[in-house]
């Protein structure tokens, strides 16, 4: 199974984002993404499971159970909200590059937020191995991490 970048930016390992939840895969393993565009999108083929009441983060099903999280920028919950603005709502199907979160990235950075974003296989005692591909520049809904089911 591939999952594939939620937006443009830079992808980076998990073990370089500046928070040891995620450098230290607590969460769950997959990739960091710098981001560089406004629209979040959905990662994977599924079913929005979870949507944080702050926005900053949603969890995508897959049709296989994979439980994939996306958390927008580290600390954003106590934005409350502020600065993003949901596209999609729990329990909507979606397919891979459909918009979920719409970020104002110009207001949370000048409150001093870092908005790297994690993307995140989180029940990952499912996958029998996961490899992220090259990190640098990509694209929206490229591929960026492969799972062995």
């Not at 995508?60 to 920028?73: A, S």
């Not at 729990?90 to 104002?104: A, C, L, S, T, Y």
């Amino acid at each position: 199974m591939s999952i594939y970048s939620p937006t443009k930016g830079n992808l980076v390992r998990l073990e370089l984002v500046p928070d040891d939840t995620f450098a230290k895969k607590m969460l769950g393993d997959g990739a960091a993404l710098e981001i560089e565009e406004d629209i979040i999108c959905a990662p994977q083929d599924g079913t929005i499971k979870v949507l944080f009441p702050s926005k900053h983060a949603f969890v995508v099903e897959t049709k296989e159970g994979i439980e994939i999280l996306v958390h927008i920028g580290l600390d954003t919950v106590n934005l409350q909200g502020e600065g993003f603005e949901a596209i999609a709502k729990v329990e909507d199907k979606v397919k891979v590059g459909d918009p979920i979160i719409k970020v104002n990235r110009d207001l949370i950075k000048s409150k001093g937020f870092n908005l790297i974003t994690m993307v995140i296989v989180a029940n990952i005692e499912n996958i029998k191995d996961i490899i992220m591909l090259e990190e640098g520049n990509v694209n929206k809904m490229t591929e960026i991490v492969k799972c062995k089911l």
